[in-house]
């Protein structure tokens, strides 16, 4: 049996050939509008008969999948182990509801923040608060730059906005968003890498702005925006300056203490900091 992972931050679920494949494991994303588009995927790539077993934390998506299963026209066996619901399905000779589900978990323009997003993307159709108070905070900056975890673009739209601005690269993991911040981000001076900050190799740039993540598979994880500061810190050239917004119980200070020569906080609002670290 041939096994492959796919991730909808990573690979296109679009690109599995309809009717092909025997079996489907999903781990079921948290947000019901790519949960229910995940699955959909799921079903229309298994020939009839083919097995999907998905599953997903309680908490988390767990709790709906049957009902989601079974609107699309699966009977499903459903059970628990360590906090997990897993639904298993025999794909129906004639699933209902997938191209609406699919067409709801594609890539769209939301009125509301006036950018092109995708269900599934961080903070999709909202901005996020941290981000809202970095924006505010935001220095003009001069010269090259990058901007770490850069999402939807919604920060390096605004750094572009300064004319000294000579060159900015937004590095992004997830596929979707460097789809989408390519559409929203038109200015010419922006470079777009698909890549993990950890290990891009960008160098002697004049500054970087952040608004690091902290949570990896749904789970918080400190370690990942830590290893955005330390990224930051040896992209920089000697007195590059990096601007973050961090929630107020993140531990980033210790970390900006040892590979920058000053700190400063310029705001501590409504539980984020926003912070100037100059190398
Ligand atoms: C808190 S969000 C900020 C997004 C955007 N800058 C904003 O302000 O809305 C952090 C972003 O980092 C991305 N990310 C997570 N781990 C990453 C990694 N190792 N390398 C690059 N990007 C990563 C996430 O996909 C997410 O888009």
Redesign the pocket.
């Known amino acids: 049996m041939q096994v492959s992972p796919l991730r909808p931050?990573s690979a296109a679920l679009e690109s599995l050939p309809a009717g092909g494949l025997d079996t489907v494991f999903v781990a079921a994303p948290p947000g019901s509008i790519e949960r229910r588009a995940v699955l959909a995927h799921a079903l229309r790539a298994l020939r009839p008969g083919g097995t999907l077993v998905a599953l997903a934390p309680k908490d988390k998506g767990g709790q709906r999948l049957r009902g989601e299963l079974e609107a699309f026209g699966c009977t499903v066996a459903e059970r628990s182990k360590a906090r997990q619901r897993i639904c298993e399905v025999r794909r129906p000779d004639a699933p209902t509801g997938l191209e609406a589900a699919i067409a709801d978990g594609a890539p769209t323009f939301v009125e509301e923040i006036g950018l092109h997003s995708q269900p599934g993307?961080?903070?999709w159709n909202r901005i996020?608060p941290?981000?809202a108070l970095l924006l505010r905070y935001l220095p003009a900056f001069a010269g090259r730059g990058a901007?770490?975890?850069?999402?939807?673009g919604?920060?390096a739209r605004a750094v572009l906005a300064a004319p000294a601005v000579e060159e900015l690269s937004l590095?992004?993991?997830?596929r979707r968003?460097v789809e989408a911040s390519r559409k929203n981000v038109g200015d010419p001076r922006a470079r777009f890498h698909w890549?993990?900050?950890?290990s891009v190799p960008l160098a002697d740039l004049d500054f970087v702005v952040s608004?690091?993540?902290f949570h990896?598979e749904g789970i918080e994880d400190r370690a990942?925006g830590q290893a955005f500061v330390a990224s930051a810190a040896r992209m920089l050239r000697r007195s590059g300056t990096f601007v973050l917004v961090a929630n107020r119980h993140m531990p980033y200070e210790d970390g900006l203490r040892v590979a920058f020569r000053s700190m400063t906080v310029l705001a501590d609002e409504a539980g984020y900091k926003i912070i100037e670290a100059r190398k």
Do not use: Q, T
């Open positions: 931050g993307v961080f903070s996020d941290g981000s901007d770490l975890g850069a999402g939807l919604i920060l590095v992004e993991i997830d968003a890549a993990d900050v950890r608004n690091p993540p990896a990942l």
